[in-house]
């Protein structure tokens, strides 16, 4: 996919309808070109070149938009990263990633002048909010550049991103994607749902995510508005959908569980949602059916897929009610559930997840070892397990690293979480296994109540004991107040485990 022409084509089409609302701001179409053609070539005056990796390090903005199409212009490639990330690693990705660029924010707990020296081939930093020491102001170098630029000729095999898996702590884990795999959620949106340039969607995601960026193919592709949110904030996202009319979004189980604890959310007018769509983790069908009573115009659809596949990649279809799977397959993939030896399974039998067709990534960017050990033979070993029944649909049942093998039965924490969410009490809940002579392991839950409510340890194992066979019961339950999160709003069960680890 050749951006430039995209952008061109986007631009002349829609002109001066509203691309971007940031706050006070609105971007029409014309000008998201016209910032993006001016970065493009004040990057290209830095010396950027074909190839070329340019880092992102930014909270939720339009000029993180305006970032990426001005490295697609130029055929560089972007590298964004979590703007939560610290200062050592940022450093481990750029220089892993060998940036050659850095576009950044202004952070208390960064000396990006630390940084810069610290990795060698980082030649250049651009501060675009606030200030940052010996690097060049993002307002000061856009104004007054040209927007003419030469095209740059772009194969579908050149590189386009390196996304870091979250937690990049120690070694870095880079997915390597190439241009053509950009049009990959695109076709999967074409179709699975009818997004049209009347749709308004809401991002709160964060942009150095797949599950942000997807919102900005959205934008340009099919020449939407885009409801940008620095961050999320479950009282703005519901102001923002009833201000702005927002027809559809997509976000991961824990956003809806913090919109769903909000007592205001039964004030607001959530008319306009035509659709809304959960992924990122296996999800309750309660807390999706919770929401639904806020929106009930609204399609409920369930999704799947991982940055190592430019998802979505399984997507319920819009004529099903059937929001317990992750929905059917895209035609542009191939998926099977297969056992331990590799063999494909029936529909019914759960096994691991594996995937081929020309969505798969590149590799693990400069880690042979790592991507030997999930692309075989031209599918990629998700991790993920889960099952198809006779009608094709997929179901999710969790991680192989989430089955918790208590005296040789396999529990899999979704499927226990999935029953906590059946206690109206319950806000969120977290499953894993700790350590346990008897039995190997043992299954903990962490569970979060809602607001007001007095449900006792006592209460929940009584309620639990109905939902799940003796194995699966939890050998304890713990109450918190909260649960650590990611920055994409997932539960950080491996700060759980740590944390746990330690008063063990």
């Given at each position: 996919?050749?951006?430039?022409?995209?952008?061109?084509?986007?631009?002349?089409?829609?002109?001066?309808?509203?691309?971007?609302?940031?706050?006070?701001?609105?971007?029409?179409?014309?000008?998201?070109?016209?910032?993006?053609?001016?970065?493009?070539?004040?990057?290209?005056?830095?010396?950027?070149?074909?190839?070329?990796?340019?880092?992102?390090?930014?909270?939720?903005?339009?000029?993180?938009?305006?970032?990426?199409?001005?490295?697609?212009?130029?055929?560089?490639?972007?590298?964004?990263?979590?703007?939560?990330?610290?200062?050592?690693?940022?450093?481990?990705?750029?220089?892993?990633?060998?940036?050659?660029?850095?576009?950044?924010?202004?952070?208390?707990?960064?000396?990006?002048?630390?940084?810069?020296?610290?990795?060698?081939?980082?030649?250049?930093?651009?501060?675009?909010?606030?200030?940052?020491?010996?690097?060049?102001?993002?307002?000061?170098?856009?104004?007054?550049?040209?927007?003419?630029?030469?095209?740059?000729?772009?194969?579908?095999?050149?590189?386009s991103l390196i996304m870091y898996t979250s937690g990049t702590t120690g070694r870095p884990k880079g997915i390597l994607l190439n241009y053509r795999h950009l049009?990959?959620?695109?076709?999967?949106?074409?179709?699975?749902?009818?997004?049209?340039?009347?749709?308004?969607?809401?991002?709160?995601?964060?942009?150095?995510?797949?599950?942000?960026?997807?919102?900005?193919?959205?934008?340009?592709?099919?020449?939407?508005?885009?409801?940008?949110?620095?961050?999320?904030?479950?009282?703005?996202?519901?102001?923002?959908?009833?201000?702005?009319?927002?027809?559809?979004?997509?976000?991961?189980?824990?956003?809806?569980?913090?919109?769903?604890?909000?007592?205001?959310?039964?004030?607001?007018?959530?008319?306009?949602?035509?659709?809304?769509?959960?992924?990122?983790?296996?999800?309750?069908?309660?807390?999706?059916?919770?929401?639904?009573?806020?929106?009930?115009?609204?399609?409920?659809?369930?999704?799947?897929?991982?940055?190592?596949?430019?998802?979505?990649?399984?997507?319920?279809?819009?004529?099903?009610?059937?929001?317990?799977?992750?929905?059917?397959?895209?035609?542009?993939?191939?998926?099977?559930?297969?056992?331990?030896?590799?063999?494909?399974?029936?529909?019914?039998?759960?096994?691991?997840?594996?995937?081929?067709?020309?969505?798969?990534?590149?590799?693990?960017?400069?880690?042979?070892?790592?991507?030997?050990?999930?692309?075989?033979?031209?599918?990629?070993?998700?991790?993920?397990?889960?099952?198809?029944?006779?009608?094709?649909?997929?179901?999710?049942?969790?991680?192989?690293?989430?089955?918790?093998?208590?005296?040789?039965?396999?529990?899999?924490?979704?499927?226990?979480?999935?029953?906590?969410?059946?206690?109206?009490?319950?806000?969120?809940?977290?499953?894993?296994?700790?350590p346990d002579e008897m039995r190997g392991e043992a299954v903990k839950a962490i569970v979060v109540l809602k607001e007001g409510v007095a449900t006792t340890v006592?209460?929940?194992?009584?309620?639990?004991?109905?939902?799940?066979?003796?194995?699966?019961?939890?050998?304890?339950?713990?109450?918190?107040?909260?649960?650590?999160?990611?920055?994409?709003?997932?539960?950080?069960?491996?700060?759980?485990?740590?944390?746990?680890?330690?008063?063990?």
């Amino acid at each position: 996919m050749n951006f430039q022409d995209k952008l061109d084509d986007t631009a002349q089409k829609y002109k001066n309808k509203t691309a971007i609302i940031f706050g006070s701001d609105r971007i029409s179409f014309h000008e998201l070109r016209e910032q993006s053609l001016k970065l493009a070539n004040v990057l290209k005056a830095s010396g950027i070149r074909k190839g070329d990796k340019v880092a992102l390090c930014l909270s939720n903005s339009p000029e993180y938009i305006f970032s990426y199409l001005a490295c697609f212009c130029l055929g560089a490639v972007g590298v964004p990263l979590d703007f939560m990330l610290k200062e050592d690693e940022l450093i481990s990705c750029l220089e892993h990633s060998e940036s050659k660029l850095l576009i950044a924010a202004s952070r208390q707990d960064v000396d990006f002048s630390v940084v810069k020296r610290a990795v060698k081939g980082l030649e250049r930093v651009i501060s675009c909010a606030g200030e940052i020491a010996d690097a060049q102001p993002y307002s000061r170098l856009i104004a007054g550049v040209n927007i003419k630029l030469k095209l740059t000729e772009v194969k579908d095999t050149d590189p386009s991103l390196i996304m870091y898996t979250s937690g990049t702590t120690g070694r870095p884990k880079g997915i390597l994607l190439n241009y053509r795999h950009l049009e990959g959620s695109p076709k999967a949106m074409e179709y699975f749902v009818d997004l049209n340039d009347k749709d308004v969607k809401l991002a709160a995601i964060p942009l150095s995510h797949i599950g942000g960026f997807i919102y900005i193919q959205n934008m340009l592709l099919f020449g939407i508005t885009l409801v940008l949110m620095e961050r999320f904030h479950p009282f703005k996202f519901l102001e923002n959908i009833q201000q702005y009319k927002v027809t559809c979004f997509h976000i991961v189980p824990a956003m809806y569980n913090a919109i769903l604890t909000l007592k205001q959310i039964e004030h607001f007018d959530l008319a306009s949602l035509r659709w809304v769509v959960v992924f990122g983790a296996p999800s309750s069908t309660e807390i999706l059916e919770r929401f639904h009573k806020y929106c009930p115009n609204a399609k409920l659809l369930n999704g799947w897929g991982m940055t190592e596949t430019c998802p979505p990649n399984t997507v319920t279809p819009m004529d099903s009610d059937n929001i317990a799977s992750v929905g059917k397959p895209a035609p542009h993939c191939r998926i099977k559930i297969v056992d331990e030896q590799n063999n494909e399974l029936p529909a019914g039998e759960v096994g691991e997840i594996i995937i081929s067709g020309w969505i798969i990534m590149e590799e693990y960017y400069k880690d042979p070892q790592a991507t030997a050990e999930v692309k075989k033979d031209g599918w990629l070993y998700t991790g993920d397990v889960g099952r198809f029944d006779k009608d094709n649909f997929l179901y999710i049942v969790g991680r192989k690293k989430e089955m918790i093998k208590v005296a040789g039965q396999i529990v899999y924490a979704p499927e226990v979480e999935a029953a906590f969410y059946k206690h109206a009490d319950v806000a969120e809940a977290a499953v894993i296994g700790v350590p346990d002579e008897m039995r190997g392991e043992a299954v903990k839950a962490i569970v979060v109540l809602k607001e007001g409510v007095a449900t006792t340890v006592d209460d929940l194992k009584f309620f639990i004991k109905a939902h799940l066979a003796h194995f699966k019961i939890p050998q304890s339950i713990e109450i918190r107040q909260e649960l650590p999160k990611n920055r994409t709003g997932k539960i950080d069960k491996a700060m759980l485990k740590s944390e746990i680890a330690m008063k063990i």
